[in-house]
């Protein structure tokens, strides 16, 4: 068999704890965001569009692209933002397909996709189940706020440029629910797999 499972959730709700869980199950795991960093590297092809884009002041003194800074230029700025996620998402795409690929050659069945933003930019495709972690939103800003060392109210503009967890759980086929212990959240992710097919 193989399967290709889609892991998401929302900020602080817990996706790297479950991530993390996989991977001491020897399960492969593709991390969209390190996906991400990997593909504006010098020398990748979105490298050069982005310098086209954005001109060379984004660049770091090494050359390799200051991507607080571009964070800072698209934060407010709508379409940059939608310009640079233009160049940006291709290329993500396509190195998660060709490791997809990769890893059914090496023989691997389960792979894992840890992709923050799998609903928002409809990547469902991609997968063939979707796992989301979700947290109630008191623990959600409690974490956030304690993990970031931030205000409240800064956990809350954080939580709240989301797409709402709540809405997530509709679009998911299962759901891990991250409230109490992570013991707890291990025994629903091994339930979840076992109703897969998946003895671990
Ligand atoms: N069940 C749990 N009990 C207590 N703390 C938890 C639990 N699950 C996660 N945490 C803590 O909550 C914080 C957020 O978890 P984690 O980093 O796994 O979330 P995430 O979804 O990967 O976040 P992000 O996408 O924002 O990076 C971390 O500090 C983590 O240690």
Redesign the pocket.
């Known amino acids: 068999m193989s399967l290709v499972i889609g892991l998401t ?12 869980m996989f991977k001491e199950m020897n399960i492969l795991v593709i991390d969209a ?1 390190v996906e991400a960093r990997l593909a504006v590297e010098k020398g990748q092809p979105a490298y050069e569009k982005i310098l086209a884009e954005f001109g060379d002041n984004i660049l770091l003194p090494n050359e390799e692209i200051d991507r607080q800074k571009l964070g800072s230029i698209i934060f407010h700025r709508s379409e940059k933002r939608q310009l640079l996620n233009g160049i940006v998402h291709p290329e993500v795409r396509k190195r998660m397909k060709r490791q997809i690929e990769e890893a059914k050659e090496q023989g691997e069945e389960i792979v894992v996709l ?1 992709i ?1 933003l799998l609903f928002e930019s409809k990547l469902m495709y991609m997968v063939d189940k979707t796992l989301l ?1 979700y ?1 109630d939103n008191a ?2 800003l409690q ?2 706020m ?3 060392h931030l205000s409240k109210q800064e956990a809350e503009a954080r939580i709240q440029s989301q797409m709402p967890l709540a809405e997530k759980v509709g679009l998911a086929d299962e759901v891990i629910h ?5 013991t ?2 291990k025994k629903q992710l091994i339930t979840i797999l076992a109703n897969w097919g998946i003895k671990k």
Not at 9 to 20: L, M, P, Q, R, Y
Not at 178 to 182: E, K, V
Request: hydrophobic share 30%.
């Open positions: 959730g929302g900020i602080a709700s817990g996706k790297s704890t479950v991530s993390n965001d840890d923050p972690v947290v623990i959600q974490r956030l304690a993990r970031n991250n409230n109490g212990a992570i707890d959240t």
